[in-house]
């Protein structure tokens, strides 16, 4: 993946904050320009969407009873590693 800086942002820089920016945990000025980044930024739009829809499944899980596959689990981080120390 090629890094891209949009909204003063690069894609480093977005996917580092994207389990903040889910969890709520960031301030109004950082949401705005994560969120800039993510309409200009075919890439991580793709990825943020992903991984956001991946997150919303595993707080649904009803009672913790069902088990993510940790293959699934394993190739998920290696990507997301990739991805972040990509120059």
Known sequence: MIETA???LRCSEVLAQLSD???GE???S???RIEEHLLGCPNCERFGHNFGS???SLRRAPDGTESVD???VSR???QLDE???EE
């Open 70 to 72: 940790s293959k699934l």
């Open 6 to 8: 949009v909204a003063g």
């Open 30 to 32: 950082e949401v705005k």
């Open 26 to 28: 960031l301030g109004a």
């Open 76 to 78: 998920l981080l290696t």
């Open 83 to 85: 991805l972040t120390h």
């Open 54 to 56: 991946m997150v919303v």
């Open 21 to 23: 920016y889910l969890d």
